[in-house]
């Protein structure tokens, strides 16, 4: 049969604005997050990690924070820009030794408007 | 530095046909892994390699399959193709195997009818 697409949540924003984006995740187990964006037509790009021995870190323009009590992950961006609007994607790792082998939460569509 | 390199970019099979795809990863990457995306299933992995071993293998069925070459440079198969295989493939390389930081192609689009 016909396989129905997946519905991305979506989040819009004017340009300026901060924009949150949040991920839950499923696996006790996962000790590294990512997050990744991925621009129409092209292939995701890395954003920003973190490992759970940490709650939070910076980087330009963006901050993720992660509460393990309750699985979730946030995605922060400051001074959201036009050219930030994309498809957010979180990813996790369920540990090891290989971190090719990530797990992709369904995305968040982020529009920023002039 | 280039990027990752895959091709062909675009492609159209019909049902029972095979597929062979190509990626080139960055130059002094060594590990390649390979995603399937599509709009029902989103992001799926499918293959990891390091040094021309599969350290890692997604739950698709043997149908798919995929090897790394001396190079690095690495190849995925699909054959007998499904409908349901239409989906955009998307190679991505890392300098090592203990980082998330994937460095992803732009991918391969297949549409299978």
């Known amino acids: 049969g016909e396989s129905v697409g997946l519905h991305l949540p979506t989040l819009s924003v004017q340009e300026g604005d901060n924009s949150i984006i949040n991920c839950a995740y499923s696996?006790?187990?996962?000790?590294?997050f990512i997050w990744y964006k991925q621009e129409s037509g092209k292939g995701p790009q890395f954003i920003i990690d973190?490992?759970?021995?940490?709650d939070k870190r910076q980087g330009q323009r963006v901050t993720v924070l992660l509460n393990k009590t309750v699985k979730h992950l946030s995605l922060q961006i400051a001074a959201t820009q036009p050219g930030d609007s994309a498809v957010y994607f979180c990813a996790e790792n369920a540990g090891g030794t290989s971190y090719g082998k990530l797990t992709f939460g369904q995305g968040t569509i982020l529009t920023v408007h002039p | 530095k280039a990027g990752v390199t895959q091709t062909p970019r675009y492609l159209i099979k019909t049902r029972g046909q095979q597929v062979t795809l190509s990626c080139s990863p960055i130059?002094?990457?060594?590990?390649v892994s390979w995603y399937q995306q599509t709009p029902g299933q989103g992001l799926q992995f499918l293959f990891e390699?390091?040094?021309?071993?599969?350290?890692n293998k997604g739950n698709f069925p043997g149908r798919f399959s995929g090897r790394q070459f001396s190079n690095s440079r690495s190849e995925m198969n699909v054959s007998t193709l499904e409908l349901g295989d239409s989906a955009l493939y998307l190679c991505?390389?890392?300098?090592?195997?203990?980082?998330?930081?994937?460095?992803f192609g732009e991918g391969s689009r297949l549409t299978v009818l």
């Open positions: 696996n006790s187990a996962s000790d590294y």
């Open positions: 130059s002094g990457h060594r590990s």
């Open positions: 973190i490992r759970s021995n940490m």
């Open positions: 991505a390389s890392t300098p090592t195997v203990n980082t998330g930081e994937l460095f």
């Open positions: 390699y390091f040094s021309e071993t599969q350290r």
